[in-house]
Antibody
Framework: QVQLQESGPGLVKASQTLSLTCSVSAGSIDSGDYHWTWVRQSPGKGLEWMGHIYFDGRTDYNPSLESRLSMSLGMSRSLFSLSLTSVTAADTAIYYC????????????WGLGLLVTVSS | SFELTQPPSVSVSPGQTVTITCSGDVLSKQYAYWYQQRPGQAPMMIIYQDTERPSGVPDRFSGSSSGTTVTLTISGVQAEDEADYHCQSADKTGTFVLFGGGTRLTVL
């Protein structure tokens, strides 16, 4: 059973960089069948797709975040990361990492989510 | 258009049937997926490729598609179905993932 878990600081100061890591267990990132994805959810709001990274390091980002966002694969092939620069209060959200299954087209495994609060 | 539109909320009495719609131009070209999200939990897919239901999801959940609108139907609603429901699709190239704004289902 594949499991994903987000880790990182729960509090980030405005204007700084938010950095999160997703650990994938019982599975490897090294498959072209999946996109490794970040989704966030602001308090009381809907889901926002942030972007994804392929097994070979290629990325696609939400155009609304592209100027501040980067994703990378870890040295360990069971980690991938997110970096969001110049954060504001609008970036306060629960951040989820997830696996996008390209065979079926949906996000089939999700982490539990990590609440990140941006303080002023 | 890169948008998927859902009603913010719907309500239903136990045992009744409720429908939740999701509309967007891209839905005439791309599949839709539905996720259920209970409070404090991550979303869980309940319908894929417009109408398919994975094993383990009760058969009271069904999906349909017509033109630029997809519909999630829950028949014989139970109290445990109270949750947020999100539709998901992709842009016309299949590159970007799109989510609707989510619909909160209240069981009266």
């Amino acid at each position: 059973q594949v499991q994903l878990q987000e880790s990182g600081p729960g509090l980030v100061k405005a204007s700084q960089t938010l950095s999160l890591t997703c650990s994938v267990s019982a599975g490897s990132i090294d498959s072209g069948d999946y996109h490794w994805t970040w989704v966030r959810q602001s308090p009381g709001k809907g889901l926002e797709w942030m972007g994804h990274i392929y097994f070979d390091g290629r990325t696609d980002y939400n155009p609304s975040l592209e100027s501040r966002l980067s994703m990378s694969l870890g040295m360990s092939r069971s980690l991938f990361s997110l970096s969001l620069t110049s954060v504001t209060a609008a970036d306060t959200a629960i951040y989820y990492c997830a696996r996008d299954n390209q065979t079926y087209g949906y996000l089939d495994y999700w982490g539990l989510g990590l609440l990140v609060t941006v303080s002023s | 258009s890169f948008e998927l539109t859902q009603p913010p909320s719907v309500s239903v009495s136990p045992g009744q049937t409720v429908t939740i719609t999701c509309s967007g131009d891209v839905l005439s070209k791309q599949y839709a997926y539905w996720y259920q999200q209970r409070p404090g939990q991550a979303p869980m897919m309940i319908i894929y490729q417009d109408t398919e239901r994975p094993s383990g999801v009760p058969d009271r959940f069904s999906g349909s598609s017509s033109g630029t609108t997809v519909t999630l139907t829950i028949s014989g609603v139970q109290a445990e179905d109270e949750a947020d429901y999100h539709c998901q699709s992709a842009d016309k190239t299949g590159t970007f993932v799109l989510f609707g704004g989510g619909t909160r289902l209240t069981v009266l």
